[in-house]
């Protein structure tokens, strides 16, 4: 079992930044790849980015490159999401999830955290 924390979320303005923090802990040596995934209420369950454990080979999806850095920090099993310009289309709850293979479908990833709330306001 891995445990997933998120933290760092809140609401903001148009425009502000948050980092999002996810703190692992458990059986995550078999990790492959974490990654950050947002649920506005209403809408599936988005990929917003990942990270391989292995290389630190980030991803994104196109509305959020250039806006947002995901990193790691592989001593304290830590995965931050550093989110600038925010709009009001980020407003969503936003999962850390972890996943054996290296991937974008959520349904492939094994652990979640419980969540963190970003509101932006316009």
């Known amino acids: 079992q891995a445990q997933l924390v998120e933290s760092g979320g809140g609401l903001v303005q148009a425009g502000d930044s948050l980092r999002l923090s996810c703190s692992a802990s458990?059986?995550?040596?078999?990790?492959?790849?974490m990654a950050w995934f947002r649920q506005a209420p209403g809408k599936e369950r988005e990929f917003v980015a990942s990270?391989?454990?292995?290389?630190?080979?980030?991803d994104y999806v196109d509305s959020v490159k250039g806006r947002f850095t995901i990193s790691s920090d592989t001593i304290k099993n830590t995965v931050y999401l550093q989110m600038n310009n925010l709009k009001p289309e980020d407003t969503a709850v936003y999962y850390c999830?972890?996943?054996?293979?290296?991937?974008?479908?959520?349904?492939?990833?094994?652990?979640w955290g419980q969540g963190t709330q970003v509101t932006v306001s316009p």
């Open positions: 990270i391989r454990w292995s290389d630190g080979r980030p």
């Open positions: 458990g059986r995550t040596s078999s990790a492959y790849t």
């Open positions: 999830a972890t996943a054996l293979v290296y991937t974008f479908l959520p349904g492939l990833y094994s652990y």
